[in-house]
């Protein structure tokens, strides 16, 4: 068995990456397990590329770029991160003459006196297009994300979808693609307006197709993409459009998987804390997108917020001398090392 740390973050997203940083700033051991190859959370697996600006600090900051801070500052103090691995199980057991919790992972067991469960929207994976031979040709230019939007230089490009990231790439593969269109089975859009104007203005000044009620209902190529066959959900006429690469942006199916039976207090698949961010087991503590509580906003400024409130908790659960309270990182000695 590995050895016992004082906390351990499931999930290294942003919320999971701070929460290591604070733990190592209150001098408390910290192991992150992600099933991921690699830290960032959503920032890295779903749009490393696009900015974000409502960080504090950063009018504005590629995903990336963001996550590489993120894990600079979240590592300083030697916090494990074990990549690859999704949590399993959980159970309590004594070592070293005290109970810990011990979770199990693919990779291995890992005993732990605090739990920070920042696992976001659980080990998730992109919604699928609803055609069987679609499996068939990812790789061959069905695409579920766009980790570097490079990748679609020169080529014709069928979005598919009506929310956020179907517009957002609308307008980010502007001058990289060859072609943009989109097409939606409804009417009515979920990404923001201000985007959905964008789009309908390039559309107007030819530079982007949006088609809506219109569905993919076949593909074709030889060995690689290189038509899509469409249907009119209405009229249920078919036309062809020549493409090179489709890209379902779908949005995500989730699971957190094992932490569902470990009996915390959940509203859907969220778990629901307290105002220091505990759950209803005691000793574990939930942040970021996972958690819920009146008032939740599912975002990474929040996220971070929670991810201190929860691990200062942890530190002051461990060893009841040592404050909630950090004090202020700019007086702290640990720092000028
Ligand atoms: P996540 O980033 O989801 O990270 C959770 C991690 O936990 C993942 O790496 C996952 O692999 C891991 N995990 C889950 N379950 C397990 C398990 N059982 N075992 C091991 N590991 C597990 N927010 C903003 O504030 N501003 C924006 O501009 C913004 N833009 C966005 C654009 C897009 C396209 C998307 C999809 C989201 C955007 N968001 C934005 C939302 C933001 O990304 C999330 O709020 C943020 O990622 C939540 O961070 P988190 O650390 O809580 O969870």
Redesign the pocket.
């Known amino acids: 068995m590995n050895a016992t740390t004082d906390i351990t973050v499931?999930?290294?997203?942003?919320?999971?990456?701070?929460a290591a940083f604070y733990a190592g700033m209150r001098g408390a051991s910290c192991r992150i397990?992600?099933?991921?190859p690699a830290?960032?959370?959503?920032?890295?697996?779903?749009?490393p590329e696009?900015?974000?600006?409502?960080?504090a600090g950063f009018p504005r900051v590629l995903?990336k770029d963001l996550v590489a801070g993120l894990q600079e500052q979240a590592l300083q103090f030697g916090a494990e991160p074990r990549l690859g691995?999704?949590?399993?199980g959980l159970r309590k057991e004594t070592v070293d003459g005290a109970e810990v919790f011990v979770l199990e992972?693919d990779g291995g067991s890992y005993p732990t006196r605090t739990i920070v469960i920042?696992?976001?929207?659980?080990?998730?994976e992109p919604r699928k297009l609803p055609l069987d031979e679609a499996v068939e040709w990812e790789g061959k230019g069905v695409h579920y994300n766009v980790v570097d939007p490079k990748a679609f230089a020169g080529k014709k490009v069928l979005l598919v979808g009506g929310g956020?990231?179907a517009f957002?790439w609308a307008l980010g593969l502007q001058g990289v693609a060859s072609s943009v269109s989109l097409i939606h089975r409804r009417d009515g859009f979920r990404a923001h307006q201000a985007t959905i104007d964008q789009v309908m203005r390039l559309q107007e000044q030819g530079k982007c197709s949006v088609r809506t009620f219109a569905e993919v209902k076949g593909i074709e190529g030889a060995g690689k993409v290189e038509r899509a066959i469409l249907e009119d959900a209405k009229t249920k006429e078919r036309w062809t459009l020549e493409v090179d690469a489709i890209i379902p942006l779908l949005g995500?199916v989730?699971?957190?998987?094992?932490?569902n039976a470990w009996g915390l207090s959940q509203e859907k698949e969220d778990i629901v804390v307290d105002r220091v961010m505990e759950t209803n087991v005691p000793g574990i503590y939930a942040?970021?997108?996972?958690?819920t509580y009146a008032g939740k906003l599912?975002?990474?400024?929040?996220?971070v917020g929670e991810?201190a409130i929860a691990v200062n908790n942890a530190v002051h659960r461990i060893d009841p001398k040592r404050k909630v309270n950090p004090g202020h990182s700019s007086d702290l000695k640990i720092f000028e090392k």
């Open positions: 499931i999930g290294g997203g942003p919320t999971g990456l701070f397990i992600d099933a991921l830290l960032g959370g959503q920032l890295m697996a779903l749009y696009k900015y974000i600006y409502d960080v995903a691995e999704t949590v399993t992972t920042a696992a976001g929207i659980g080990a998730f956020d990231s957002d995500f989730s699971d957190l998987g094992a932490i942040a970021g997108d996972v958690c599912k975002l990474i400024a929040t996220g991810a």
